[in-house]
Structures are given as C-alpha cells and as structure tokens.
C-alpha cells in the first residue's frame, strides 16, 4: 500500500506561482511513475504531469508545458509541481498520482486532492 499526502493549494491570482507537494509513504520503493493529474468542475480528470522513479522521464499536458515543472527527492520520497505564470484555466483539484507494479500488475493510488484556485 502507498498514501499520498499533497499540500500547497490555495488561492492565488493570475501570472503567479504556487508549488505542489505530495509526500508518499508505505510501499514507496515499489512505486514506478508519479505525479498530478487535476479535475475542473464539469471536467474529466486529467494527467498534468508525470515522473518516472529515476527522473529520467517526464510528461506534461500541452496546456503546462513551459510553465509547470515536476520534480521528486526520492530521499523524502516526495514530489513537487512548481506552477508558474498560472491561469484561470489552471483552477481545478490536484491530485497526487502513484503507480506500483507488484506482482505483474499495476496498481494505482490517489490522494486526496488539493484545491487550486486561479482568480482572474
């Protein structure tokens, strides 16, 4: 079992920045890819970004790119999204995002969702 912790929403206005932190515990050496996926009011959740274990390999959304950045400390066994240049667009819950094979399969794993306001 993994637990996601995220912490850093609030509210912030547009062109600013917020970082995004989510804390895993449990079984964090079994977990493979990690990183955000958001959901708007009336939207599909979506994948945000994403990170590999070793950091080799990372994947944005083409809405973030060149604005967003993910970033893990395997050390903490922690995940950071930086925002920066934030839009309205951007407002949605984010969710810290876990993938653990285990035994040929894959299990997922969610936190519990920070609250991202963009005012405009």
């Known amino acids: 079992q993994v637990q996601l912790v995220e912490s850093g929403g609030g509210l912030v206005q547009a062109g600013g920045s917020l970082r995004l932190s989510c804390a895993a515990s449990?079984?964090?050496?079994?977990?493979?890819?990690i990183g955000w996926y958001r959901q708007a009011p009336g939207k599909q959740r979506e994948s945000v970004a994403l990170?590999?274990?070793?950091?080799?390999?990372?994947s944005y959304v083409d809405s973030v790119k060149g604005r967003f950045t993910i970033s893990r400390d395997n050390a903490k066994n922690t995940v950071y999204l930086q925002m920066n240049s934030l839009k309205f667009e951007d407002t949605a819950v984010y969710y810290c995002?876990?993938?653990?094979?285990?035994?040929?399969?894959?299990?997922?794993?969610w936190g519990q969702g920070t609250q991202v306001t963009v005012s405009s």
């Open positions: 995002y876990a993938d653990v094979m285990r035994n040929l399969r894959r299990y997922d794993y």
């Open positions: 449990g079984s964090t050496f079994n977990i493979n890819n």
């Open positions: 990170i590999s274990n070793s950091g080799g390999w990372t």
